[in-house]
């Protein structure tokens, strides 16, 4: 007999309570049409780092094993389509690393990020509800990676950020501003 594996705790949440909330809250009686989390971009941009259009193996692995170690998965190398002088990348040159989740993984992956790694931020007073798309997907960056506690700055070589997309279905801005707040992510209160 195979053991059932426990559901996300963010997920199991979305399924019982707040999936209805967001029904009545916008009048969506087709449980196919109600706005939901699809998938979580992660990318970390190197451009910055390179050398002659070489990355340094110790950038490469310190970028490779942060993802690794907060995701779950092993990021791909974005090579860069386009030269582009200005921001001094060759076309062929690696200008990113990043992972996409889904699933179990992007459930757990964002119970992580609002509850232990958004409090960590220096002098945070509350995500900015303003950065949204027009499909409602929401977009986010951190300054460097000592906010994850799994990360060992001591091992570190270097400090970077990342951005942290997060993409809907179904959504519009103000659909996955009330979903991510019943999720639990700590935006910005406004006085009203």
């Known amino acids: 007999m195979v053991a059932q594996k426990e559901q996300p705790r963010l997920q199991k949440l979305y399924a019982e309570t707040i999936a209805e909330k ?3 809250e916008f009048g969506i009686k087709n449980s196919h049409q109600l706005p939901r989390l699809s998938k979580i971009v ?3 941009g190197i451009g910055r780092f390179l050398e002659t259009q070489k990355l340094k193996p110790e950038i490469r692995e310190t970028v490779t094993s942060t993802l690794s170690t907060i995701t779950g998965q092993k990021p791909i190398e974005i090579i860069a389509k386009k030269s582009v002088s200005n921001f001094k990348v060759r076309e062929g040159a690696p200008s990113a690393f990043m992972v996409t989740l889904r699933r179990e993984r992007m459930w757990h992956f964002l119970d992580r990020l609002s509850s232990l790694a958004i409090p960590r931020i220096k002098d945070f007073r509350g995500l900015k509800d303003k950065s949204f ?6 977009s986010m960056g951190l300054t460097e990676q000592a906010v994850w506690p799994e990360i060992n700055m001591a091992k570190v070589a270097f400090n970077h950020g990342m951005h942290i997309n997060l993409v809907f279905v179904n959504s519009n801005p103000e659909k996955s501003l009330f979903l991510l707040r019943e999720l639990g992510m700590p935006f910005v209160r406004h006085e009203e």
């Open 133 to 138: 798309d027009r499909q409602g997907n929401y």
């Open 22 to 24: 967001v029904g009545k």
């Open 42 to 44: 992660v990318n970390c």
